[in-house]
């Protein structure tokens, strides 16, 4: 095989989300002269981008203080909050805890945020390669990371060379900034070689899972923010949801649950489309038609998880370090500050060190040390959590004291210790009817003779251990039916379906026996949002 084309920036950012492209308007604002480049793995910006999302101002008004006057597509300022505890068939109105009180932020589609950023990247400079996958890690002699090479194209599911086959290329840089977002497959690779988590807790996680609706004329309150706790989750299982309204007659509804669960038979996807048929929600659905569905993982842990966020040549940003403010429900102003931060640290310094200190220092991480004990107080359950909520919230997270955090794939039961309670879900009639329906309305497109991206480390464990243990929950917590087990001549086995991935990751997080290996398929690749 021939030597890869080599190219060469001062700065790589990989992954261009709201962390990475701020990083590099950033860059370019305080030095012009710079070469910048923003590796995407997407077909285009925007299309892996899946969050709520309710986003601060704040951040974005510093970085490009005119954008007012041409906004976003979606950009809709929050009128009012409503926070609701569900119960099978009513509700109950609850206070609105100071975190997530929205007066001045904007409700927006994150995707649509992305897409609108590049161009103003783009305008000073910065060259953006969507479609092309950072596969690996280029390390330098010295052993510091030294760039990123992008996958090769046209590589059949044997790894063989098609008739589209194309060689990925080398970027080389003296500093790599990785914002991937949650549980990258870089990010992954280098906290675990320079050990960049040994200081902290294990990272945990939720599944977020979204729909975009347009419902009947009348029936939308543009500005109105809901969140909602209790039915049909019990209160063991941390989540809730979320019902943004949009213009246009549009909804965003989303539903999240902590990966912390223990029921080894509990469905994330089930739950989500069971919570749209309390009658507070279907009402408002019931004529509807869904536009467009995806999923993807969020990090949970805060500032206990928090890694190391710097090593020789590279840098960690946004939800590749786990920035996410969980009370707040919010990430988008973290991610962007982080990015900023990462930006103006390497315009005076020229480097990586002693970013993860600056880091510390500023007012991202400051925000979840005032949080720090909110999610893992729920490890004890609903109430609990909201006790220790309304105290942390109280006192400013000034208590001597920060809860420790386990890892999710420590948390399952095995089937025969766990009888799981009723929770009183009925017979569903709302769209999406299946898992592969949702994937439909994720426009997800994966060419078939691939190199599979979904690693069984030790397949015999699914067939055997699994199946007896926990019986066999991949083909549960997956919100798009990858994972299947199918029986033939041969037995029982496990049956991937690849090409339905949405990218999420939770296969990654919550398999009990850590024997699934998320890595990026060939670029351009996945899903393909439309304003998630």
Not at 106 to 117: E, N, P, Y
Not at 260 to 270: G, I, L, N, T, V
Not at 492 to 500: E, F, G
Request: proline share 7%; aromatic share 8%; charged share 20%.
């Amino acid at each position: 095989m021939s030597e890869r084309e080599i190219m060469e920036y001062d700065v790589i950012i990989v992954g261009a989300g709201p962390a990475g492209l701020s990083c590099a308007i950033r860059l370019k604002q305080l030095k012009p002269d710079l070469a910048v480049a923003v590796i995407e793995k997407a077909a285009e910006v925007g299309a892996h981008i899946l969050s709520g999302a309710v986003i601060e101002p704040a951040p974005l008004d510093e970085l490009l203080p005119g954008w007012h006057q041409a906004p976003p597509p979606i950009c809709v300022p929050v009128q009012q909050d409503q926070l609701w505890f569900l119960t099978p068939t009513g509700r109950m109105r609850l206070p609105t805890p100071p975190q997530q009180k929205n007066h001045g932020n904007f409700i927006v589609s994150l995707g649509a945020l992305c897409a609108w950023l590049a161009p103003q990247a783009e305008s000073l400079g910065v060259d953006i390669f969507p479609g092309y996958a950072a596969s690996s890690i280029r390390y330098n002699e010295e052993g510091a990371v030294g760039g990123v090479i992008i996958g090769d194209m046209g590589v059949d599911r044997e790894g063989n060379p098609k008739d589209t086959y194309m060689q990925g290329i080398e970027i080389h840089a003296p500093l790599t900034v990785l914002g991937e977002g949650c549980r990258g497959h870089l990010s992954k690779q280098l906290i675990r070689k320079f050990e960049l988590d040994a200081d902290g807790e294990p990272q945990t996680y939720g599944i977020g899972m979204k729909e975009l609706w347009r419902v009947q004329p009348g029936k939308s309150s543009p500005g109105r923010v809901e969140h909602t706790l209790g039915w049909p989750l019990d209160p063991s299982i941390y989540g809730g949801s979320f019902i943004y309204h949009l213009d246009k007659d549009r909804i965003a509804l989303g539903f999240v649950v902590g990966l912390d669960y223990a029921d080894p038979e509990f469905s994330p996807f089930e739950s989500f489309q069971q919570m749209k048929h309390h009658p507070m929600i279907r009402s408002l659905l019931e004529g509807g038609e869904i536009l467009s569905a995806g999923a993807r993982a969020l990090t949970e842990g805060g500032y206990q998880a928090l890694p190391k966020t710097e090593m020789p040549g590279a840098i960690l940003i946004g939800d590749s370090a786990g920035l996410l403010n969980v009370p707040k429900v919010k990430g988008t102003h973290q991610a962007m500050r982080s990015g900023m931060l990462a930006a103006e640290h390497y315009a005076e310094t020229g480097g990586a060190e002693g970013f993860d200190a600056r880091l510390r220092a500023s007012a991202a991480v400051k925000e979840l040390h005032k949080v720090r004990n909110i999610r893992p107080a729920f490890y004890k359950g609903l109430w609990r959590g909201f006790l220790t909520a309304a105290v942390e919230t109280l006192t400013a997270g000034k208590l001597p004291r920060t809860l420790s955090l386990h890892a999710d794939d420590t948390s399952l039961k095995k089937v025969d210790q766990y009888t799981a309670p009723d929770r009183h879900w009925v017979n569903r009639e709302l769209p999406p009817r299946d898992r592969l329906a949702s994937v439909y309305f994720s426009a997800t497109d994966h060419d078939e003779d691939q190199i599979v991206h979904l690693q069984i480390l030790e397949p015999d464990i699914c067939t055997t251990r699994c199946t007896e243990e926990y019986d066999n929950p991949c083909t549960r917590f997956c919100p798009a039916a990858v994972y299947e087990m199918v029986e033939d001549e041969g037995g029982r086995r496990l049956q991937i379906n690849a090409a339905n991935c949405v990218h999420c990751k939770t296969c990654d997080i919550k398999d009990p026996y850590q024997i699934i290996n998320w890595v990026t398929p060939e670029g351009g690749s996945g899903p393909n949002y439309q304003n998630l």
